[in-house]
């Protein structure tokens, strides 16, 4: 079995993983590091929780230890799909370069212009960044390309997913033709493939898994939900979440949450408060540092459960997650494989269960489809609808039979419908009582 002490990796490198606690690369590192380390553009396509940050990072910090960055000209970049995927890759730069004098720089939204223009100035080896924030700062001159040697673009799927693809491919043609690119993907969609065929040299091919599948150390199941009154539904529904939550007991140390709209993120988290959870929401229209400090709090154990949208389903690395709930099946097959691969992380066991309503039942048949296994059916942990739907009692009115007309006369309003009382014939019209005035022509009456 291969070891990063075989990998010819930077000395100093070496030692920040060793005090890191790694000793043995996962398969995408093992089979991405070594054609890096030569220069060779890579594209690598792994499932999620592979190690893929380190496979570009630990070579990246190799080939960038000699050398010194010009101001505004960044030696190396990497971009990213979201804000919280960048500052985890920061992170890792942080992790591995600590024996090294090596600067970086975050370019993400939230976060203040003149703070990031002040490292541009000085000078950055390795720029982070979205692609949006990225060209922001170009477009205002504060930054230069040209001097790109490596260029990263993680998480690739992603990025098509969120229509950065016309970002990227404008950002590729900002930097130098001669840069080394290294590609990473989970899978590999026929506009990616594109991508990859226009802006990649002979690259280096690492596979490690089919395509779009997910990791054996988690066990799936699924519990089918029939919600009911359409207008008790999601109440129902956050009913049985949380029965699924207190049946794992103790094994659910923590979990992530995923709904398909930030609504209903919003909704489940303070469903889940209420009744005494420790929940918190995280989802795309949160402020950057409301957003990080959720995050933090997840990662240090103070959050039990964090209730996401899928901007917290790529890349983020949490290696202890315990559980993942799918609240809402995904409405595309691959995101079901990156929302679980959350948990069993690193040859960890984890657990993902998602509840199915009847809706979701064909995104269910393509999601088995894509990971090519049936997921196992679980029993639903509470009653499909606690108050099941009364029917209306109709509304009774007493009618008289004129005999006369046949004609059926409702009740007057006002009278007590449960008191009997004598009333005698019913009236039908006023008879040889008419009085008068009734019997005048409109003309007379106004004459009179």
Same mark, same amino acid.
């Given at each position: ?33 070594p ?96 692609p ?18 490596i260029?990263?673009?993680?998480e ?17 043609s900002?930097?130098?033709?001669t840069r ?5 993907s ?69 979990a ?15 469903s889940? #408060?209420?009744?005494?959870?420790? /929940?918190?929401?995280?989802? $795309? *229209?949160?402020?950057? !540092? ?5 995050? +933090? ?46 948990t ?65 006369v ?9 008191? #009997?009382?004598?009333?005698?014939? /019913?009236?039908?019209?006023? $008879? *040889?009582?008419?009085? !008068? ?5 409109? +003309? ?5």
């Open positions: 079995m291969t070891k990063f002490s075989e990998l010819n990796l930077n000395p100093k490198v070496l030692k920040a993983i060793e005090e890191a606690g790694y000793e043995t690369p996962t398969p995408i590192q093992a089979g991405a590091i054609p890096a380390l030569e220069g060779r553009d890579v594209l690598g396509i792994a499932q999620t929780g592979t190690g893929k940050t380190a496979s570009f990072t630990l070579p990246m910090i190799t080939l960038l230890a000699r050398g010194r960055a010009r101001a505004r000209m960044p030696r190396s970049l990497v971009l990213c799909p979201t804000r919280e995927l960048a500052a985890q890759v920061a992170e890792n730069f942080d992790t591995y370069t600590k024996h090294l004098k090596l600067t970086k720089a975050l370019l993400i939204g939230g976060v203040s212009f003149k703070e990031q223009e002040a490292l541009i100035d000085r000078g950055v080896d390795v720029l982070i960044a979205t949006g924030r990225l060209l922001d700062h170009f477009e205002r001159g504060k930054l230069l390309l040209t001097g790109v040697q260029m990263v673009v993680d690739a799927d992603r990025m098509l997913d969120m229509g950065f693809i016309p970002d990227i491919e404008r950002i590729f900002l930097t130098p033709f080394q690119t290294l590609f990473f989970a899978t590999m969609a026929s506009e990616i493939e594109r991508i990859t065929d226009t802006f990649l040299s002979a690259p280096a091919r690492i596979e490690v898994a089919r395509q779009a599948t997910a990791s054996e150390t988690i066990e799936q199941g699924v519990v089918m939900f029939k919600g009911g009154r359409r207008d008790r539904e999601a109440s129902n529904k956050r009913k049985v979440l949380r029965a699924l939550i207190d049946a794992e007991g103790d094994k659910c140390t923590n992530i949450i995923f709904c398909n709209r930030k609504t209903d993120v919003d909704i489940c988290a303070k889940l #408060k209420k009744h005494g959870y420790n /929940a918190a929401a995280i989802h $795309g *229209d949160l402020d950057q !540092s409301q957003r990080m400090k959720t995050l +933090d709090g997840f990662r240090d154990g103070s959050l039990r459960l964090l209730v996401a949208s899928d901007v917290a389903a790529r890349g983020l690395d949490i290696p202890s997650v315990s559980h993942v709930f799918n609240f809402d099946v995904p409405g595309h097959p691959e995101d079901y494989v990156h929302r679980i691969g959350r069993g992380r690193a040859g960890r066991e984890g657990k993902a269960i998602t509840i199915c309503s009847g809706r979701d039942e064909k995104a269910l048949v393509a999601i088995e489809k894509l990971i090519q296994k049936d997921i196992p059916r679980l029993d639903n942990p509470v009653q499909e609808d606690p108050r099941p739907e009364q029917p209306k009692p109709e509304k009774k009115t007493k009618a008289a039979e004129s005999p006369k007309e046949g004609k059926k409702r009740e007057p309003k006002g009278r007590s419908r449960g008191r #009997k009382e004598d009333t005698g014939p /019913a009236v039908v019209g006023m $008879g *040889d009582h008419l009085p !008068s005035f009734i019997a005048l022509s409109f +003309d007379e009456r106004r004459a009179s």
